[in-house]
Every structure is written in structure tokens, then in C-alpha cells.
């Protein structure tokens, strides 16, 4: 591979990286020359395709061989070519057999590929055991290590196993994290190599690709790494015009750079034998030797079926782990979730149970957040620095669940709290608005040995791209990052998400029920208000009306009499106009708001004049400050205001010098009004009477009013969307206070 060199390590790092995942490893058109290989067409299993070195490992040579069914060539009696027929008809994926081809034993191989049949030939080597002498060895490792219940004393076992069987200077165990880095966890060695053990190597040791290659193709071997390469004739396969594909061919020619990578490393043979987990590659059993090694194909076998059998009781051990570990956190959710079903509000139920709502992930710290609101428990970031964090989750359109050991890496910001969250779960409970559920961690400060500088090098003279040469420890501190989230917890954060969700949902049905109910009810009550005032109207008329003409037309009446008669016609008057306030209650709640921007100064303005007109016989002195504009239904507004401004004049009628003072201020999505008095004020442990309709707080002999007034202000205020509320003083003075939308949006 070749490359233009990079300015800076990390470009260098990438354009090595880029390069090693371009490089057709699947198809290097060569194998190693340790063997030979065909591929023969089916059915007839002519020869289509054969390594150069054929004719002197096997025979004939490679150009006399292709075009041929294999049963024509020289050693084409031999039992093999039955029994490779028979392989050919059945299920078996792979064919492994020893063979004698002329004067020579081989072991042969075969496997199955789109292009034809991949056979492999290598030389038998007499002095490994036969096959079954290798399964009382297997069982043998199987029955020590099954009650282990360590993974990192199984590992110390395979190595040790695997370095008896094969021989090898160095065997390890070499496990990947979720980063692809990957640690020795267990080493086996006689000195001739040095230790590795609890070194990391870092993830473009090993590309993407070679990973993917290593998890299909679960064993490796490359017995010397100075061998000169043997050509594929012809280089392109007549079936398809593609070199042949040899992902599953074991003498496959491996990539230069790995090559050099060992040279580096002082290995001239390795093995490796992949550690398959659930479908992930989750580690390597590596073999190095320090002089050229060749393992025959039955004992790689045996040490592959090792691997698996690792693989599997690894596997175990995890899942046995993890199920645990499912079970108590399932218990914590149980706990937590019955409850919440207790509590007044789900955030609420949350913040009581803290000890159990972290404890669902292992977390240090939580937060929920819901209508633009956080509530925390335990340690966390600022609540403003958690609500961004929710709008940036809810950018990226979180199904179902968000988790990061290093959120700095993804979210800028974070890097200001790594103290308190390098570590995050989040599940949305809302597909609409940033709604979360969050988990923290705080950061792990460790101290890492890498096995060497983990940097790719670039040739001054030739630009070429190089691994790197040092294999010696290498210190580094990594920061940011909290201890990694296990699957179990994972799983019970997506599982709170769902329980919560069915809570919510659960108590928003129970909402939409009652507000409907209420909504009904309301209507019936502002219907029969509106009959009953509709209907009384009339009969007080009357009664005021028929007072006055008996009044007029008997002027003999006595004085006790006419005395009579006008209370009869003031209180039919008052019964009036209360009946009057409650038809323009009622309809207040069915009313369509006509909205609008609205002055507030003129109406202020136009409130004090229709007042002082009202009571010319005492003077009153207004202070209206700069009032902001609003929006809402003029009409309404201008009666809500008139309202507060009338009680202020009522209630500092007896007050030597009347002070009313209306004020405005701008807030965020709101303004805030006031209308403030020096009247008789009020006791605040009666507040909440206030705004209740016929609720009065002084005598109707001291001041006249239906006690209408104030619950209609504030149906008009609430209509818009608004508050209000009064504070008061006995004998000091009150100030209502009320906000009106800024924006016609609100």
C-alpha cells in the first residue's frame, strides 16, 4: 500500500487506516507457499483455477492441471477423489482428510465458495498425534475449565493448553473492548518472546475489515513471514472474471503490511485462533514464534474446535452474568414502578425514590425532563446545562435509547462536565417535545500501558505508509470517559422507558376523562346560569316596577310604608344587576376571543376617566406609568382592568387621599400588570376567597358589589392564558397583579 504523506500524526493515522480497508485482502490473487491450492467447477470438478507452485507441492503443474476434471490426473484413482465427490453431494461444510497423492501424504481440505470448490493441500506431518489421541485432551480441558466461573482464568487456562499443543514461544488471550482496542488478559510464554501481558494494542492494529475476515474465518496461519507469495493462474476465475475469492481459504496470502507488522513485532510464525461471542469477534487466541512453525491442518482443527468450546463456556459465563444482573435491576424496577403508581405526579414518584431510580442502571445521577422542566437527583450537570443536552438529543431523534461512556466525544459541551456526566443514558419519553429520562456517570481517570506508540509512520523517502515499529510500553491517562455501560443496564433503562410511557399515557387518559367530564359539567352549569339569569331578569323588572308605580299612585301611604316600598325596589335593582353579572359570567366561557394588539396606555387612560366621572364628589390621584402593548380581546381586557381599577376606588373611599397606581413590565413571553391602592386593604389568610364568585370580604352595608367582579376578572385573565393574583395589607392597601401574553402567538 502507498500514500502521499500526511502532515500530522492523526491525518496520518487515517490515511494508513483508509488505506488498510482498501486493501483487497479477500482477494490477493496468491497464497502462501507452505501448500497448494485448486478450485474446481461443479459437477464434474474440473480444475478452473490453480496456485503456480501446484505442480511441485502436488502435480501435475498448474497450466497442465486447469481444464481437467481432477479424476484424469495422475494420482486420479486415489480414494480421494470418491470421497471428495461424496463431500460434494452432502451438507458437511468443510472437508478435512489425510490423503496419500502419489508418493506424498497430504492433508486436504475443501470448502464451498459461489466460484466452485476450494481445495487445499498441504503436507502431512507424521509426528502430530492422530485425531483421536487430540479429543481426550479436549475433553480433559473441558472438565477442568467448565466450573470455572472467571473469564480471565479460563483465558490463563486456553493459552496454557493452546502453547502445550502447538509449541509456540507466546500464546495470548486477547480480548477487544467496545472502542476495538484490544488488552492481553492471558499469557503463556518460555522467554524467548517478551510479555505483552496487560498490554492494549490499539484498534487499527487490526482494520475493520481484517476483524470481519477474523470472525468468519476462525483460524489463521503464517508459519514464516519472509515467504514470497505464489500467484493464482489464471489471476481471474473463468465462472465469474473475478479473482478468486479465498476469505475461508487457510493458505490465503495475508496483506504485506501485516507482514511487516510482525517483522516489527520479532515474530517470524504466527497463529491466531478467533473467540467468536454471540456473532462478535469478542477476542483473539494469538500465537507468535520467533523462528518459522508450521501447525498441520489436523491440529489446527483441534486447536479451532479449542477456540470454540472457549468461545461457547465465555458465552455462558457472560449470559449468566448479565441474567443476574437483568433479574436485580428487574427487581429495582418492580419496586420503583409500584410506587410511582402511588404517586401524586410520575417526576414526583421519581425524586422520592432516588436511591431506586439511580440504582435502575447504576447510575451516580439522574434527571427527568418534561415540559421544559428538569428535576434531578443525585450528581448532575446545571439544570440549564441538562436541558440543552435534552434539545440536542432530541435533534438527533432518539428511538428508543441514547448510551455513551464518553459524551464528550459527541457533544461538545460535555467536556465541561466530565466530572459528573462523561457517562450517559438517556431514553425519550415523548416523540414531540425534548423529553427525557437521563442517567450520569462521572468520569474514570486510568492510566492505560499500550503495547508501544500506537501511531502509523510515514516514510520520508517514500511516502509509504508503515505500522509502527515499537512494541515497548507506552503510558497514557485517559480522561472523559466513565465506566462502560453493561448490557443489563441498557436493557433496563429501554424497560423503565416503556413502564414510564404506559405511566404517562395511563395518567394522561385519566386527565383527558376528568377534563372532558368537567368540560361537560361547565357547559351544563353555564347553561342552566344562563337560563336562571335569563329567566330571573324579568320578574325582578317587575317587582322594581311595580314598587314604584304603587308608590306613585297612592301618595296617602304612610312613611313606614314608602320606606318599605323603596327597599323592596332597591333590592330588586341589586338582584338585578346581580343576575345581570352572572349572565355575563356565563357567557364569559363561551365566548370567542377576538384577538388583537392591544394599548394598554389608552385603555388605562380610558378606565380613569369613566371612573373620576363616577366619583367627581372626591378627588383621586392616578399614577399611571408606561403600560407595554399586549394581545388579547380588547373588550375583555378593558373590563378586567376596570374591574380592579373600580375595587381600588371603592375600597379607598374612606381613605383621607385616594393613591392608585397602574404599572407594566415586559417579560419574557408575558407582561405583568398591576393595580395598586392605599385602601382598606385585606387579611392575605383570606386571599384565596378572593377570586370565588359571591365571596366578600367586608359587609354590603360598608361596600355595595355583587362579588362577581374579581371571579370574572380572572376568567377573563386565565381565558388568555394569563395569572393573577393580589397581595394585601389590612388597612395598607392591596395590588392586583395579572399577565397578558406579549406575542399572538402565546
Given at each position: 500500500?502507498?500514500?502521499?504523506?500526511?502532515?500530522t500524526p492523526?491525518?496520518?493515522q487515517?490515511?494508513?487506516?483508509?488505506a488498510c480497508?482498501?486493501?483487497?485482502i479477500?482477494?490477493?490473487g496468491?497464497?502462501?507457499?507452505h501448500?497448494?491450492?485448486i478450485l474446481?467447477?461443479?459437477?464434474?470438478l474440473r480444475v478452473?483455477q490453480?496456485s503456480?507452485n501446484?505442480?511441485v507441492?502436488v502435480?501435475?503443474?498448474?497450466?497442465?492441471s486447469?481444464?481437467r476434471p481432477?479424476?484424469?490426473?495422475?494420482?486420479?484413482?486415489?480414494?480421494f477423489?470418491?470421497?471428495?465427490?461424496?463431500?460434494?453431494?452432502?451438507?458437511?461444510?468443510?472437508?478435512?482428510r489425510s490423503?496419500r497423492l502419489g508418493?506424498?501424504?497430504?492433508t486436504?481440505?475443501a470448502?464451498?465458495?459461489p466460484?466452485?470448490i476450494?481445495?487445499?493441500?498441504e503436507?502431512?506431518?507424521?509426528?502430530?498425534?492422530?485425531?483421536?489421541?487430540?479429543y481426550?485432551?479436549?475433553?480433559?480441558?473441558l472438565?477442568?475449565?467448565?466450573r470455572?466461573?472467571?473469564v480471565?482464568e479460563?483465558s490463563?487456562?486456553?493459552?496454557?493448553q493452546?502453547?502445550g499443543l502447538?509449541?509456540?514461544n507466546?500464546v495470548m488471550v486477547?480480548?477487544?473492548d467496545?472502542?476495538?482496542?484490544?488488552t492481553?488478559?492471558a499469557e503463556?510464554?518460555?522467554?524467548?518472546?517478551p510479555?505483552?501481558?496487560?498490554?492494549?494494542?490499539?484498534?487499527?492494529?487490526?482494520?475493520a475489515?481484517?476483524?470481519?475476515?477474523?470472525?468468519?474465518n476462525r483460524l489463521?496461519?503464517?508459519?514464516?513471514a519472509d515467504y514470497q507469495?505464489v500467484?493464482?493462474?489464471?489471476?481471474?476465475?473463468?465462472?465469474?472474471?473475478?479473482?478468486?475469492d479465498?476469505?475461508?481459504?487457510?493458505?490465503r496470502?495475508v496483506?504485506?503490511v501485516?507482514?511487516e507488522?510482525?517483522r516489527?513485532?520479532?515474530?517470524v510464525?504466527?497463529?491466531?485462533?478467533?473467540?467468536?461471542?454471540?456473532?462478535r469477534?469478542w477476542?483473539?487466541?494469538?500465537?507468535?514464534?520467533?523462528?518459522?512453525?508450521?501447525i498441520?491442518?489436523?491440529?489446527?482443527?483441534a486447536?479451532?474446535?479449542?477456540?470454540r468450546l472457549?468461545a461457547?463456556?465465555?458465552?455462558a459465563?457472560?449470559?449468566a452474568?448479565?441474567?443476574?444482573?437483568r433479574?436485580?435491576?428487574?427487581?429495582?424496577?418492580?419496586?420503583?414502578?409500584t410506587?410511582l403508581?402511588?404517586?401524586?405526579?410520575?417526576?414526583?414518584g421519581?425524586?422520592e425514590?432516588a436511591?431506586?431510580?439511580?440504582?435502575l442502571?447504576?447510575?451516580d445521577?439522574?434527571a427527568?425532563i418534561?415540559?421544559?422542566i428538569?428535576?434531578?437527583?443525585?450528581?448532575?450537570p446545571?439544570i440549564?446545562?441538562?436541558?440543552?443536552?435534552?434539545?440536542w438529543?432530541h435533534?438527533?431523534?432518539?428511538?428508543?435509547l441514547y448510551a455513551?461512556?464518553?459524551?464528550?466525544?459527541?457533544w461538545?459541551?460535555?467536556?465541561a462536565?466530565?466530572?459528573?456526566?462523561?457517562?450517559?443514558v438517556?431514553?425519550?419519553?415523548?416523540?414531540i417535545?425534548?423529553?427525557?429520562?437521563?442517567?450520569?456517570?462521572?468520569?474514570?481517570i486510568?492510566?492505560?500501558?499500550?503495547?508501544g506508540d500506537?501511531a502509523a509512520?510515514v516514510?520520508?523517502?517514500?511516502?509509504?505508509?508503515?505500522?509502527?515499529?515499537s512494541?515497548a510500553?507506552?503510558?497514557?491517562?485517559?480522561?472523559g470517559r466513565?465506566?462502560?455501560?453493561?448490557?443489563?443496564?441498557?436493557?433496563s433503562?429501554?424497560d423503565?422507558?416503556t413502564?414510564?410511557?404506559d405511566?404517562?399515557?395511563k395518567?394522561?387518559e385519566e386527565?383527558?376523562?376528568l377534563?372532558?367530564e368537567l368540560?361537560?359539567?361547565?357547559?351544563?352549569l353555564?347553561?342552566?346560569?344562563?337560563?336562571i339569569?335569563h329567566?330571573l331578569?324579568?320578574?325582578?323588572?317587575?317587582i322594581?316596577?311595580y314598587?314604584?308605580l304603587?308608590?306613585e299612585?297612592e301618595?296617602?301611604l304612610?312613611?313606614?310604608?314608602?320606606?318599605y316600598?323603596?327597599?323592596?325596589?332597591?333590592a330588586?335593582?341589586?338582584a338585578?344587576q346581580?343576575?345581570?353579572?352572572l349572565?355575563?359570567?356565563?357567557?364569559?366561557g363561551?365566548?370567542?376571543?377576538r384577538?388583537?394588539?392591544?394599548?394598554?396606555?389608552?385603555?388605562?387612560?380610558?378606565?380613569?376617566?369613566?371612573?373620576d366621572?363616577?366619583?367627581?364628589?372626591?378627588?383621586?390621584?392616578w399614577?399611571?406609568?408606561?403600560?407595554?402593548?399586549?394581545?388579547?380581546?380588547?373588550s375583555?381586557?378593558r373590563?378586567?382592568?376596570?374591574?380592579?381599577?373600580?375595587n381600588a376606588?371603592?375600597y379607598t373611599?374612606?381613605?383621607?387621599?385616594t393613591r392608585?397606581?397602574?404599572?407594566g413590565?415586559?417579560r419574557?413571553?408575558?407582561?405583568?400588570?398591576?393595580?395598586?391602592d392605599?385602601?382598606?386593604?385585606?387579611?392575605?389568610?383570606?386571599?384565596s376567597?378572593?377570586?370565588?364568585?359571591?365571596?366578600?370580604?367586608?359587609?354590603?352595608?360598608?361596600?355595595e358589589?355583587t362579588?362577581?367582579?374579581?371571579a370574572l376578572?380572572?376568567?377573563?385573565?386565565?381565558?388568555?392564558?394569563?395569572t393573577?393574583e393580589?397581595?394585601?395589607?389590612?388597612?395598607?392597601?392591596?395590588t392586583?397583579?395579572?399577565?397578558?401574553p406579549r406575542r399572538?402567538?402565546?
Amino acid at each position: 500500500m502507498t500514500a502521499s504523506p500526511a502532515s500530522t500524526p492523526a491525518a496520518a493515522q487515517a490515511d494508513f487506516l483508509a488505506a488498510c480497508e482498501r486493501e483487497p485482502i479477500r482477494i490477493p490473487g496468491a497464497i502462501q507457499p507452505h501448500g497448494a491450492l485448486i478450485l474446481l467447477a461443479r459437477p464434474d470438478l474440473r480444475v478452473l483455477q490453480a496456485s503456480a507452485n501446484f505442480g511441485v507441492v502436488v502435480g501435475p503443474d498448474a497450466e497442465g492441471s486447469c481444464g481437467r476434471p481432477i479424476a484424469e490426473l495422475r494420482w486420479g484413482s486415489d480414494t480421494f477423489c470418491r470421497e471428495l465427490a461424496q463431500w460434494c453431494e452432502g451438507p458437511e461444510p468443510l472437508y478435512l482428510r489425510s490423503h496419500r497423492l502419489g508418493q506424498q501424504a497430504f492433508t486436504v481440505s475443501a470448502h464451498r465458495s459461489p466460484q466452485g470448490i476450494v481445495v487445499e493441500f498441504e503436507p502431512a506431518d507424521d509426528r502430530v498425534p492422530p485425531p483421536a489421541a487430540l479429543y481426550p485432551m479436549l475433553r480433559r480441558f473441558l472438565e477442568r475449565t467448565e466450573r470455572l466461573a472467571d473469564v480471565g482464568e479460563l483465558s490463563d487456562r486456553v493459552a496454557e493448553q493452546v502453547a502445550g499443543l502447538t509449541g509456540f514461544n507466546r500464546v495470548m488471550v486477547y480480548r477487544f473492548d467496545e472502542d476495538w482496542n484490544g488488552t492481553v488478559i492471558a499469557e503463556r510464554g518460555d522467554g524467548v518472546l517478551p510479555t505483552y501481558l496487560d498490554l492494549r494494542f490499539p484498534a487499527f492494529d487490526i482494520p475493520a475489515q481484517a476483524r470481519e475476515l477474523y470472525r468468519l474465518n476462525r483460524l489463521r496461519l503464517i508459519p514464516t513471514a519472509d515467504y514470497q507469495p505464489v500467484p493464482i493462474v489464471p489471476a481471474h476465475c473463468p465462472v465469474d472474471g473475478a479473482p478468486l475469492d479465498m476469505s475461508f481459504a487457510a493458505l490465503r496470502s495475508v496483506s504485506p503490511v501485516h507482514l511487516e507488522y510482525m517483522r516489527n513485532m520479532g515474530t517470524v510464525a504466527s497463529m491466531s485462533i478467533s473467540i467468536v461471542v454471540d456473532d462478535r469477534l469478542w477476542g483473539l487466541i494469538s500465537c507468535h514464534h520467533a523462528a518459522e512453525r508450521h501447525i498441520d491442518p489436523q491440529l489446527r482443527a483441534a486447536c479451532d474446535f479449542l477456540g470454540r468450546l472457549v468461545a461457547q463456556q465465555i458465552d455462558a459465563r457472560e449470559r449468566a452474568a448479565e441474567d443476574k444482573e437483568r433479574l436485580r435491576l428487574k427487581q429495582v424496577e418492580t419496586e420503583l414502578v409500584t410506587h410511582l403508581a402511588r404517586a401524586p405526579t410520575f417526576q414526583s414518584g421519581l425524586v422520592e425514590r432516588a436511591s431506586h431510580w439511580l440504582g435502575l442502571v447504576n447510575a451516580d445521577g439522574a434527571a427527568v425532563i418534561t415540559d421544559g422542566i428538569a428535576l434531578t437527583a443525585g450528581s448532575t450537570p446545571p439544570i440549564d446545562a441538562i436541558l440543552r443536552l435534552a434539545e440536542w438529543m432530541h435533534e438527533r431523534r432518539l428511538d428508543q435509547l441514547y448510551a455513551t461512556d464518553c459524551l464528550s466525544a459527541q457533544w461538545t459541551e460535555g467536556a465541561a462536565f466530565t466530572d459528573v456526566a462523561s457517562g450517559v443514558v438517556a431514553v425519550p419519553i415523548s416523540r414531540i417535545h425534548a423529553s427525557f429520562i437521563m442517567w450520569f456517570r462521572p468520569e474514570i481517570i486510568r492510566t492505560v500501558t499500550w503495547g508501544g506508540d500506537p501511531a502509523a509512520k510515514v516514510s520520508a523517502e517514500t511516502g509509504r505508509l508503515h505500522p509502527r515499529a515499537s512494541f515497548a510500553s507506552w503510558t497514557e491517562q485517559v480522561r472523559g470517559r466513565s465506566r462502560p455501560w453493561r448490557e443489563a443496564e441498557r436493557l433496563s433503562a429501554v424497560d423503565f422507558r416503556t413502564a414510564a410511557v404506559d405511566f404517562v399515557l395511563k395518567r394522561a387518559e385519566e386527565r383527558a376523562q376528568l377534563t372532558e367530564e368537567l368540560q361537560r359539567s361547565n357547559r351544563e352549569l353555564e347553561a342552566f346560569s344562563y337560563s336562571i339569569s335569563h329567566d330571573l331578569r324579568a320578574p325582578f323588572r317587575h317587582i322594581a316596577g311595580y314598587a314604584e308605580l304603587l308608590a306613585e299612585e297612592e301618595p296617602e301611604l304612610k312613611h313606614i310604608s314608602r320606606h318599605y316600598l323603596k327597599g323592596i325596589s332597591h333590592a330588586a335593582l341589586s338582584a338585578g344587576q346581580l343576575v345581570d353579572d352572572l349572565l355575563h359570567f356565563s357567557q364569559l366561557g363561551r365566548a370567542d376571543l377576538r384577538i388583537s394588539r392591544i394599548d394598554m396606555r389608552k385603555v388605562a387612560d380610558e378606565v380613569r376617566r369613566s371612573l373620576d366621572l363616577e366619583s367627581q364628589e372626591r378627588p383621586i390621584s392616578w399614577d399611571i406609568g408606561p403600560l407595554p402593548d399586549c394581545w388579547g380581546d380588547p373588550s375583555l381586557v378593558r373590563q378586567a382592568l376596570f374591574n380592579l381599577a373600580e375595587n381600588a376606588v371603592k375600597y379607598t373611599r374612606k381613605q383621607p387621599e385616594t393613591r392608585i397606581r397602574i404599572t407594566g413590565i415586559e417579560r419574557s413571553a408575558d407582561v405583568l400588570y398591576a393595580v395598586e391602592d392605599n385602601g382598606i386593604g385585606f387579611d392575605m389568610a383570606y386571599a384565596s376567597k378572593l377570586f370565588q364568585v359571591f365571596q366578600r370580604l367586608h359587609r354590603p352595608e360598608d361596600y355595595e358589589g355583587t362579588g362577581i367582579g374579581l371571579a370574572l376578572t380572572r376568567r377573563i385573565v386565565e381565558r388568555h392564558g394569563g395569572t393573577i393574583e393580589a397581595r394585601g395589607t389590612v388597612g395598607q392597601g392591596a395590588t392586583f397583579s395579572f399577565s397578558l401574553p406579549r406575542r399572538p402567538e402565546a
